[in-house]
């Protein structure tokens, strides 16, 4: 079964630090980029930051380019997201998704699988 | 990184068609056809209906369809369904190798 379930969501005070994963199951992980999307509670989704297969690209938005980064673990088929300097308008669910796929007809662009998400809450 | 704009709500009887429109730049939708639609339930994870402007995924109803005329991309759903109702958000790959969603819409079945 094709899955994303994400973890490490909770309470943090402003400026502080925490790291959410990502495991992945039944696709080729190593093969595929990911991506964080946010949602602060009754808002829209905001795309945080996407990481290529091999790891060697990564992008950020501009609201946490410094704050966050983006890596991932190929041997454990997992992702992650370390995020700093937390801020009160970090707070939101936090989804990983797949980004996009390969098939004989080229490149395919879309977020076509999403974890669940975790909930991150920065207040004092 | 600007939101694509979006209506904040439509709204349809069952049976009828309603179109969602999202409108960005020539640097997002209107430079890419990596244009993407996204249905989301209540205190649901996003589901992907249309990717590159007008594909769909297997599994996704043919009663969603997409299409782009320059910087605005639409996703059309036709004979609505109660269980359509939901938010519906596009998305877009854009010029400085980042990606941006819309606003989002939320569908109202009548």
């Known amino acids: 079964e094709v899955q994303l379930v994400e973890s490490g969501g909770g309470l943090v005070q402003p400026g502080g630090s925490l790291r959410l994963s990502c495991a992945a199951s039944?696709?080729?992980?190593?093969?595929?980029?990911m991506s964080w999307v946010r949602q602060a509670p009754g808002k829209g989704l905001g795309w945080v930051s996407t990481?290529?297969?091999?790891?060697?690209?990564?992008y950020y938005a501009d609201s946490v380019k410094g704050r966050f980064t983006i890596s991932r673990d190929n041997s454990k088929n997992t992702l992650y997201l370390q995020m700093n300097s937390l801020r009160a308008e970090d707070t939101a669910v936090y989804y990983c998704?797949?980004?996009?796929?390969?098939?004989?007809?080229?490149?395919?662009?879309?977020?076509?699988?999403w974890g669940q998400g975790t909930m991150v809450t920065v207040s004092s | 990184q600007s939101a694509l704009t979006q209506p904040a709500s439509v709204s349809g009887s069952p049976g009828q068609s309603i179109t969602i429109s999202c409108t960005g730049t020539?640097?997002?939708?209107?430079?890419?056809?990596?244009v993407s639609w996204y249905q989301q339930h209540p205190d649901k994870a996003p589901k992907l209906m249309i990717y590159?402007?007008?594909n769909r995924p297997s599994g996704v109803s043919n009663r969603f369809s997409g299409s782009k005329s320059g910087n605005t991309a639409s996703l059309t759903i036709s004979g609505l369904q109660a269980e359509d109702e939901a938010d519906y958000y596009c998305?877009?790959?854009?010029?400085?190798?980042?990606?941006?969603f819309g606003g989002g819409t939320k569908l109202t079945v009548l």
């Open positions: 998704a797949k980004r996009g796929y390969y098939d004989s007809s080229g490149y395919h662009d879309g977020f076509d699988i």
């Open positions: 039944g696709f080729t992980f190593s093969s595929s980029a």
């Open positions: 990481i290529s297969g091999s790891g060697g690209s990564t």
């Open positions: 020539s640097s997002d939708v209107g430079g890419y056809n990596y």
């Open positions: 590159d402007v007008s």
């Open positions: 998305s877009s790959y854009t010029s400085s190798s980042t990606w941006v």
